[in-house]
């Protein structure tokens, strides 16, 4: 469904080029659930930025469902992320001025899906989320791991082919952050979702499909 091939990237900086990611592969199929471990710095958000099309590589090929989307200019790549692609970040990145549930609708507003469709998609996922009764709340009166799981409906909510997770749960106590990732799993499972997720629990991602780490540049399959 997604596969990288050969993919490099480096950086320019003063002292010269910085190689991040040398011969990047990942095969990635329908509801995956893949962890990507690895130290600060190795270039785990450099990969999920460039495998969510926000940034690019200096060589390699990116395939979703057959499109090179490395050929694709910037409109196009624009709509493919809409339809196919959400993410989910350590901080929520909710808009403050909203509620729970206008920020988990706004993906579908943007897709031009009525409103009436999308309240209804996310009354469903915010039941699932255990979130019901915070649809009304703005970020600033959720807690910290209700934000999360909000993030999280407005990921899935355009019921995308894949979600790139970079380290979600990485701002939470161990309690907080077990629940929002085992919700995110049974979630992303039950839509059949793909997720690459960034983490630096080594049991979330024994709890995940597969496991790669970032070393030395490049994705290592275990053991490391
Ligand atoms: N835009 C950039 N310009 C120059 N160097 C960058 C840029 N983005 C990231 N880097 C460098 O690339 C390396 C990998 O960064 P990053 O992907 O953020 O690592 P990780 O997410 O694994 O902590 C780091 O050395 C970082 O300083
Ligand atoms: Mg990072």
Known sequence: MFSVHNLNKSFPTPQGKLEVLKDVNLEVFQGDFIAIIGESGSG???????????????????????IKIQNLHEKK???LR??????????????????????????????G??????????????????????AQH??????????????????????????????PTGNLDETTASTVFSMMRDLCKSQNVAVIMVTHSQSFANACDKVYALKQHTLSEPPF
């Open 44 to 66: 785990k958000s450099t990969l999920l930025q460039i495998l969510g099309t926000l940034d690019q590589a200096d060589s390699g090929e990116i395939l979703l469902d057959d």
């Open 77 to 79: 790549l624009a709509k």
């Open 82 to 111: 809409s339809q196919h692609i959400g993410f989910i970040y350590q901080s929520h990145h909710l808009i403050p001025e909203l509620t729970a549930l206008e920020n988990i609708i706004l993906p579908l507003l943007i897709q």
């Open 113 to 134: 899906k009525s409103k009436l469709y999308a309240q209804q998609q996310a009354e469903t996922l915010l039941k699932q989320l255990g979130l019901f009764n915070r």
């Open 138 to 167: 703005t970020p600033a009166h959720l807690s910290g791991g209700e934000a999360q799981r909000v993030a999280v409906a407005r990921a899935v909510i355009t019921k995308p082919k894949l979600i790139l997770a970079d380290e």
